[in-house]
């Protein structure tokens, strides 16, 4: 083989190594960029999945709420009659509970998935002693998916109750409306100063 072979060989060799090299270099950043999309779908597809079972749950407590509610009203017709047929003069002292004190779960807003959170959150709250203030107007019908509605809210309590649990007067503040289309959250409660305690914060927001 002759040297200008071999030198043509050569040149080719370099021509090839430097069309890959510049290939890669022009590919590397829409491959990172891949590879970051494909990173961010699987937390997405990960968080979409917890607010579901979230949802569900909800849901779940929705049909629990409505067989109690069911229960305690056939239980307060129960107690109707019976105090009916008391014979007693003095019926007030009979040993039965009164009605009225047999009150069913606050109602906070129309819109039952909000309300249901919203009742799940105030209990939660109760138990923590913490003030919890609501002023929620929002319909059944709104623009809003519930698994939308589901997760901002939660989110929301969430941290706020998390925030104002470790306060000395803990309470939370949220009013929240809908009109026109537009949904409008306001939601305050205590806290400390510099108060994070999650262990992975990117996926946390604050209580405001």
Do not use: W
């Not at 079972?53 to 409505?66: A, D, G, P, R, V």
């Amino acid at each position: 083989m002759s040297n200008t072979e071999l030198s043509l060989k050569s040149h080719l060799r370099i021509i090839l190594i430097g069309s890959i090299l510049f290939i890669d270099i022009i590919f590397l950043p829409f491959t990172l960029k891949l590879i970051q999309q494909l990173h961010l779908k699987s937390i997405l597809d990960t968080m979409q999945e917890e607010v579901e079972k979230e949802l569900e749950y909800y849901h779940t407590l929705e049909n629990q709420l409505i067989k109690m509610r069911k229960i305690r009203h056939d239980f307060n017709n129960q107690l109707q009659t019976a105090y009916m047929l008391l014979d007693d003069p003095n019926m007030e002292t009979a040993s039965f509970p009164d009605p009225s004190e047999l009150s069913s779960p606050p109602q906070f807003c129309e819109n039952k998935i909000l309300d249901f959170i919203l009742q799940d959150a105030y209990s939660y709250a109760k138990k923590l002693r913490i003030s919890f203030n609501f002023n929620v107007s929002i319909p059944e019908a709104i623009e809003i998916e519930s698994i939308d509605l589901c997760s901002i809210f939660s989110n929301l309590l969430n941290n706020a109750i998390h925030a104002a649990q470790k306060t000395e007067n803990p309470t939370i503040s949220l009013n929240a409306s809908y009109s026109n289309s537009e949904l409008n959250v306001e939601i305050s409660n205590t806290t400390l100063e510099k108060d994070i305690e999650y262990r992975d914060p990117k996926f946390h927001g604050y209580g405001l």
